[in-house]
């Protein structure tokens, strides 16, 4: 069945520290990924997508994310965290026909 | 800038009485969605429209209801708002073409409180 799961719920890290989101997915070929982001009471902000190519994509705000098929892998990164980073990140993976599938998200903290 | 509107932004609602949640959008997509996403978790699909043509998520109940009069705007009618749907109501919109989808992009949502 298609998946995706993000492992951890709720990072904290400072300001200034470099970020890394984890995102595993469950699909039979070769999957269109995305990354948003959500401020509380806001709507989904697209940050970066991978559709082929280039597995390394650069997104809006400093994020990257790097895809790796061997490990069914989309993990988000960021070298030095600001504070307005705090929100809920969700990996998605897009198969044909639209229908987008959630992970569960991951609530990020930044510390001062 | 193009964009997806959503309104209201809040809107709160008696237990049974009808509310309908408003979409638009100046993107010129053909594929306009309605997800429900309560708190702490992920947006869950309730239905899209390709065009003209609605899609119904086999889990959706019969309270919610949507129309689409014309590429711009989206509607969800919610018939007999329970407690449990009290949620977040997000409008996304993206480019079809055959069976290729391209990127989703969400309006800002509608919290919906009932009463």
């Known amino acids: 069945a298609q998946s995706v799961t993000q492992p951890d719920i709720h990072i904290t890290v400072s300001e200034g520290a470099s970020l890394e989101l984890r995102c595993n997915y469950s699909?039979?070929?070769?999957?269109?990924l995305f990354w948003y982001v959500q401020s509380p009471g806001q709507g989904l902000q697209l940050l970066l997508k991978y559709f082929s190519g280039d597995t390394l994509v650069q997104g809006i705000k400093g994020f990257e994310a790097e895809f790796k098929r061997s490990q069914s892998s989309f993990n988000l990164r960021k070298p030095s965290v600001h504070w307005s980073d705090a929100a809920e990140y969700f990996c998605a993976v897009g198969p044909l026909g639209g229908k987008l599938i959630f992970g569960q998200g991951t609530e990020l903290s930044v510390k001062p | 800038d193009a964009m997806v509107i959503q309104n209201p932004r809040y809107q709160v609602t008696q237990f049974g009485k009808p509310v309908t949640l408003s979409c638009s959008q100046t993107?010129?997509?053909?594929?306009m969605y309605w997800y429900q996403q309560k708190s702490s978790q992920a947006p869950k699909l309730l239905f899209h429209?390709?065009?003209?043509?609605?899609?119904n998520e086999a889990d959706t109940p019969d309270n919610f209801q949507s129309r689409r009069p014309n590429t711009s705007f989206c509607f969800l009618d919610i018939r007999s708002p329970g407690l449990g749907d009290a949620a977040m109501y997000l409008c996304a919109t993206s480019r079809a073409s055959g069976q290729t989808t391209d990127t989703q992009y969400f309006g800002p949502g509608t919290r919906l409180t009932v009463l």
């Open positions: 993107l010129n997509h053909n594929v």
């Open positions: 699909y039979g070929a070769t999957p269109y």
């Open positions: 429209y390709y065009d003209k043509d609605f899609n």
